[in-house]
C-alpha cells in the first residue's frame, strides 16, 4: 500500500481508535501523539486506547494526557495499530469487533500481518521513521510539537543513537525534525535523565545483583518484583537497565531478568554476536529484535534463569 493509498482511506472515514503493544515505549507515545495530530488536523475523531498507562518519562510531550487506559464501549470506523507486530502484543482482547477496517504500521519483524491493511518495514529503526515517511511524501506539513514526538521516537528505539539500527538515514531525519522544533536536550533528558529518588535507589539494587555466565559472555542483572514495593519505586522505574547488561567487554548476552514466583521475565539484549530475538523466540510469546527482545517463561527464577542459560549457551556454540 502507497502512503497516497492510505492517506485516502484516512481521509475517507471518521472515528479512529489508536492503540499499541503492552508497556509502552517512546516509539508507541510518539507515533500515536503524531498519528492523533495528523487524524485531528483533517478533522477526525480520535481516540487513544491502550492497556497500559503512559509511562512519566513521556508526560512532557503535547496530548500526552490523551493516551487513556479506560477501554472504549464503542465501535470504530478504524482501528489503527501502531508499532505492535500482533493482536496479542495488544495485551487486551475486545478488539475484533472495535472497527470496521484496521491498519497496521509497524518495524518489528515478527509482525504477522494481522490487519487489512499492512504497512510494515523491518528494516527501519522506528515506527516514528514511517510515519515521519508518510508525513513527508504526502507533504504534509507538522509542528514543532509532533517533530518533538517523533525525535522522542527515533531516539528511545534506537537506544538513544547507540543501538545498530542507528544510521544515517536516521541522523538525517532527526536533523530534519530538530529543524522542525523538536529541542534535542530536553527530550534526551526527559526520556533518559528523569528517575525519581526512589527509582534511583531500585536501580543501585539491582545493580548490586550482577552476575556473569559462560565465560564472561553472558551478563545478567535481577529483579524480584516485589522489591519495587518495598521501596516504593515504580515498575516503570525499572526500565533502561536491559540495556546496562551488556556495558561489560566480551558480553554477547545481556539478561535483564524481572520474577515472581513462577512467572521470570528476560529482557534479553545483544551485542551483534547473537540474536537475541531468535533466542526469545524459542520460548512461547517470546520475540523481537536482533539487539533486543524479551520473553517469559513460566517457571521459578532458578529454574528459568537455568533453561535460558542452555538456549544461549547453544546458541554461542552454533554460531
Ligand atoms: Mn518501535
Known sequence: MT??????ILKSK????????VSLDGDCVGTQLAVYWYLNSIGKE??????DPLPHKFAFLKNAD?????????????FCILDCSNPNRLGWKEHDAIADTTINIDHHRDNTHFADHNIVDEKVAATAELIYGFFVSESIDFPDYVAAALYTAI????????FSNTNATVLRICADLADRGADCATIYQHAYDSHSSNGLLLW?????????????????????LSLIDEIGATYSDSEGIADRTVL???VAVGMFIKHKKNETHFSLRSREVLDVGKIAQKIPGGG???????CTIYKPLEEARREMLDIIAKELQSD
Not at 3 to 8: A, G, R, V
Not at 46 to 51: E, F, R, S, T
Not at 211 to 224: A, G, K, T
Not at 288 to 294: I, N
Request: aromatic share 12%; proline share 3%.
Open 155 to 162: 531516539m528511545t528505539d534506537t537506544g538513544g543513537f547507540r
Open 46 to 51: 480520535v481516540v487513544i486506547y491502550n492497556h
Open 14 to 21: 471518521q472515528s479512529f481508535l489508536l492503540s499499541s503493544h
Open 248 to 250: 561489560a567487554r566480551g
Open 204 to 224: 543501585a539494587k539491582i545493580w548490586s545483583t550482577t552476575r556473569f555466565y559462560l565465560n564472561n559472555q553472558v551478563c545478567s542483572m535481577e529483579l524480584p
Open 66 to 78: 490523551v493516551l487513556d487506559t479506560k477501554h472504549p464501549q464503542r465501535r470504530f470506523d478504524v
Open 288 to 294: 523481537g529484535h536482533a539487539s533486543a527482545a524479551g
Open 3 to 8: 502512503w497516497t493509498e492510505l492517506d485516502d
